[in-house]
């Protein structure tokens, strides 16, 4: 499917007199149009649920508009806590998620009411201990181990990854729990990233609600909800094929009906903890051209950087790029597109087939709206840049500003050095 941006030419010339590049924008319509979907593909479950996981995209302006949807938090770390709560996310509405969890943490998630997804049994006793009690209703992050796999093909790797209880360990962990007084339990599972087919959620959630009727009769246990947790993926390649919510929530039901229901577990939540599913296609990092490069290869060097969009340089990930106004001329060169770093993985894209591009042309780097500007950092002194977003009416409005040079030395200012800057 051919992509294309939600921005054009014309809208970037103007934005760019107020906010230079490089930012990155967000598509205030694409989001509000996923998340309705993404309400209604899950309506059949009465106590239904997306925690949308900050991480991904932790800006409060965007997650308000999921709130709007139904939407809570899914936090992993104090900061993250901090921010649901000054948004006045609450209670039940913030699923804590996190691992190798500080004990501040806990007793900051189970002070703001948030539900505890453990990640670990010896968590049970540390948790226990950080807050003097255990919280009446518990979660437990569950990773079967081996290869995940969807008929024959491999998905992804639990045995190799740092998450979750054992299948031993869950029903151990269960039968503690209940014995310490603990009323309600979730069972969460994130078995495999950005999937991009239709049966990553139906297969996940088989193998979860098998786990849950067992646990309820081996250990009498009340399964309150069903965390399928993130991992829907998106189309990041114009090759592939989008995920039909729809249908994924068709397909959930289905097996909700074949499992669950004639164990008289019809009343079991789902919930969901969804981050690039939600976010991803609906921001983009906008970019400049400012020099072309003719050396071993065909160079062009862009205002943006690694640090605006790491996925490229610490995965190799894929991001579309779009050179506006350039949307239907022929690919007719072959181009590294490079950021500024002295870091030679600091490359959008590596031989990649683009329309020729000249100096001060701008570059739509899709996809970003996930794991995007979230993941930035500072490395050589860059500093991050603004988020923008594209209103349903064609407003532009800054939702977060760039970052000045006073806040990059904003933590010497208890030296003096920091006068010396003129801060
Ligand atoms: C990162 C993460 C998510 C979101 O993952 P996506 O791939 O963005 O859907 C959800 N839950 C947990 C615990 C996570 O760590």
Known sequence: ???????????????????????????????????QAMKEAFAWNKGFKEYFAVKATPNPFLINILREYGCGCDCSSMTELMLSNAMGVKGEDIMFSSNETPAEEYAYAYELGAT???????????????????PETISCRFNPGGLFKISTDIMDNPGDAKYGF????????????????????????????????????????????????KLKEETGANIKFINLSGGIGIPYRPDQEPNDIREIGAKVREVYEEVLVPAGMGDVA??????????????????????EKHT?????????????????????????????GKEDAPLECTYDV?????????????????????KGDYLVIHDTGAHGFAMGYNYNGKLKSAELLLKEDGNVELIRRAETPKDYFATFDCFDIYKKMGF
């Not at 969901?272 to 020099?291: C, D, N, Q, S």
């Not at 065909?298 to 506006?324: K, Q």
């Not at 490079?338 to 000249?358: H, M």
């Open 270 to 291: 789902l919930y969901t903890e969804l981050g690039r599913f939600m976010m991803a296609p609906y921001g983009a990092l906008v970019t400049k051209a400012i020099h």
């Open 166 to 213: 054992t299948t031993e360990q869950l029903f151990e962990g269960f039968k503690i729990l209940k014995s310490k007084g603990v009323k309600n339990f979730g069972i969460h599972a994130f078995l495999a990233s950005n999937t991009v087919t239709n049966e990553y959620y139906p297969t996940l959630a088989k193998t979860l609600f098998e786990v849950a009727v």
């Open 116 to 134: 505890i997804n453990l990640d670990d049994i010896t968590h049970i006793e540390f948790l226990e201990q950080t807050i003097g009690t255990l």
């Open 1 to 35: 499917m051919k992509k294309t941006p939600f921005v054009t030419k014309e809208q970037i010339e103007e934005i760019v007199k107020t906010y230079p590049t490089p930012f990155h924008i967000y598509d205030e319509k694409g989001i509000r149009e996923n998340a």
């Open 338 to 358: 490079v950021g500024s770093l002295c870091e030679n993985n600091d490359k959008f894209a590596i031989d990649r087939q683009l329309p020729r591009i000249d």
């Open 296 to 324: 071993h290869k065909e160079y062009i060097g862009v205002d943006a950087c690694a640090v605006n969009l790491m996925r490229p340089a610490m995965y190799g990930a894929y991001h579309h790029i779009t050179v506006l």
